[in-house]
């Protein structure tokens, strides 16, 4: 059954929808030297900016915070066969952050028991293991009956039609413009150096202001 949390997350995006919205930030983190976008009243016109999640430090991150910025959300694991990935979304990172690019990692346990961590235990594993200073949140669920409301948001016929489904596996990734639409979704094989994702980050970030 879903939390009470849950619901309240939800809450928070469902009547944005109802009511006609349309659809389709850096922060700090433990890991991450990026800084959220100074917002003052947060600008919820966009259903993605109404989600506020907590990092691997418990510290409460509005992806508001983000407006503005191009965004790769990732469900990340440590023990996949795709936990290399993490690699090459630290090198995407690096290469465009300065033109407007963020990546932000969310971790679950759905898939094989491949985060078995506690948060502290995977903060420690992104740092030394692949010098992540990408945002990366607490563990959440990604599917199923505890789906947290973001993922439950961008994988839902309702709010998120053109990129629906229910994530099949780790390091599945969506790509939101800097109008906080979503304008594409990648399955786990697509490797942060795919030319065509590539392609698409650049054509997002457009004249790579920051």
């Known amino acids: 059954m879903r939390t009470a949390l849950s619901y309240a997350l939800a809450a928070a995006w469902l009547p944005l929808l109802v009511c006609g919205c349309e659809d389709k930030?850096?922060?700090s983190t433990a890991l991450s030297s990026a800084k959220p976008a100074e917002t003052g009243t947060p600008d919820v016109s966009k259903p993605l900016y109404a989600f506020t999640l907590a990092d691997l430090?418990?510290?409460m991150t509005p992806l508001a915070g983000f407006k503005s910025r191009v965004l790769l959300l990732v469900n990340v694991a440590s023990k996949c066969g795709y936990t290399r990935q993490y690699a090459g979304l630290q090198a995407l990172y690096e290469k465009y952050r300065e033109q407007g690019l963020v990546v932000l990692g969310f971790p679950a346990n759905n898939f094989g028991a491949?985060?078995?961590g506690t948060n502290e235990q995977i903060k420690l594993f992104c740092s030394t293991n692949y010098a992540v200073t990408f945002p990366v949140?607490?563990?959440?669920?990604v599917r199923g009956e505890d789906i947290h409301p973001l993922y439950q948001f961008l994988t839902s016929r309702q709010s998120n039609p053109q990129f629906r489904g229910d994530i099949a596996w780790n390091f599945t990734k969506?790509?939101?413009s800097r109008e906080g639409e979503v304008i594409g979704r990648y399955e786990p094989k697509v490797e942060p150096s795919d030319a065509q994702l590539v392609s698409e980050i650049e054509r997002a970030l457009g004249d790579g202001r920051p």
């Open 114 to 116: 491949q985060e078995p």
């Open 25 to 27: 930030p850096e922060v």
């Open 57 to 59: 430090d418990g510290n």
């Open 174 to 176: 969506f790509l939101v």
């Open 137 to 141: 949140f607490a563990k959440i669920s």
